[in-house]
């Protein structure tokens, strides 16, 4: 028997003429009603710590330069006083892989609270919902507006809707685009017109997705277009934590005056005020069951409390719960599945940060000419190679070469470079090895690069040494 929990789609379907079914409902618009209560306080307290991350990291500096910069041109990331090179974009693998897991983990025990809560699809609607209800008003009064002919009035308070929208979009796209060309300068740039043309073709880009998508797509965006909401109901078991409404309490739902014997009548909790379905950012009706339009973000628990606390009934007829839960049985927190989530999630962090600690902070890169071999002066048979040094620390340092791996091989070029701290220096060097010490055709050597001031940084490179055919 599966224990995953059946997911359904109540979302009411457009049923054209032709009799075939249509993939995608025609769209109502929702008009949501603002609503107050821990989980509304929660995410904005999560909210601002996020958006303070965001609009925030961007303006930290860090030795004299911006603390989180992705260069594309140089093809280097700064994050403070680490610098990675494409060389380590392997460790970006890891962390999304740990992204992913953490994902999973966090799915499988609380749902979908990455919805509800953090995703930036959601904090960005919430404030322009936020907007809307500044210069628009409640529910009520923006249905009315939207019903109304055009005055002075609307057309005032839907232009300073979209001014608002346009300008925190604007903010976004422009800090965005901050963490790779830096802030400070483009900030100057693009209001005195210095800034190039692909800066202002990705700040409007930007600009303009986030006011699409927290203004106009919303909740289409988390129905339509997010894979995530695809795969929830695979991850979900029946002690994972949903948002649920509890039926046995609230069933036979209706209206009745505050007070009277409700029971006797043959009613539940629920009054039917529909209070719930007016704050849900998807236009859900949560009593129908989970669905996958629901995002977890518990508007719904707060307006039922509210309700509930005005008739005098215990709180909780809309609540986090689970499956098990609710067919009165027992949760198990600890389960095969979260148990494995978590321990590869674990083993993946170590392996992580033990790579990140123990990443080498000199990179080196050798290439070998394409000219297979020559004889020098000496009558020794010598291969050319370039050298790329890159000193991924944040100070200045002076690095000696070597090589090994020939009897008698020796090296030619400069044999001590120094790098500054984050830059990448290119120079020749030659190997040279006596004939009758060449063991075959191709030989494989080692360039080896040790720093003078640290004895912890040192590297090597392997490169082949190519000699005559031997008879
Ligand atoms: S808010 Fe609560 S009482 Fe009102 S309709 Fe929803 S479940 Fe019923
Ligand atoms: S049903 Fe409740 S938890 Fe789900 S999206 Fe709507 S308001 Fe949020």
Known sequence: ????????DVTPQAKPATGNVDLYASREKIYTRSFTGFYRNLRRFGGAILFLLYFGTVWLTWNGRQAVW???PERKFFIFGATFWPQDFILLSGILITCAYGLFFITVFAGRVWCGYTCPQSV???????CEKITEGDRNQRMKLDKAPMSVNKFLRKFAKHALWILIGFVTGLTFVGYFSPIRELVIDLFTGEASGWAYFWVAFFTLATYGNAGWLREQVCIYMCPYARFQSVMFDKDTLIVSYDPRRGEK??????????????????????????????????????????IGCAACIDACDGIMDKMGYPRGLISYTTEHNLSGQKTHLLRPRLIGYATALLLIIATLTTAVITRPLAGFDVSKDRVLFR??????????????????DQRDHTYVIGAYGLDGIQLGGKQEVQVAAGEIVTLPAQLSVAPEKLPSTTNEVFFTLQSTDDPDIKV???????GPRLN
């Open 375 to 392: 004889e020098n002066s000496q009558g020794w048979i010598e291969n050319v190679y370039s050298l790329k040094i890159m000193n991924k």
């Open 1 to 8: 028997m599966s224990k995953q929990i059946p997911v359904q």
């Open 70 to 72: 992705w260069d594309l």
């Open 253 to 294: 739902r209706g209206p009745r005056k505050k007070g009277v014997d409700y029971r006797a009548q043959g009613l539940g909790d629920c009054i039917d005020c529909t209070m719930c379905v007016q704050v849900c950012p998807t236009g859900i009706d949560i009593r129908d069951g989970l669905q996958i339009e629901c």
């Open 124 to 130: 960005w609607t919430w404030i322009f919902m936020w």
């Open 460 to 466: 090597e490179a392997k490169t082949r040494f190519i």
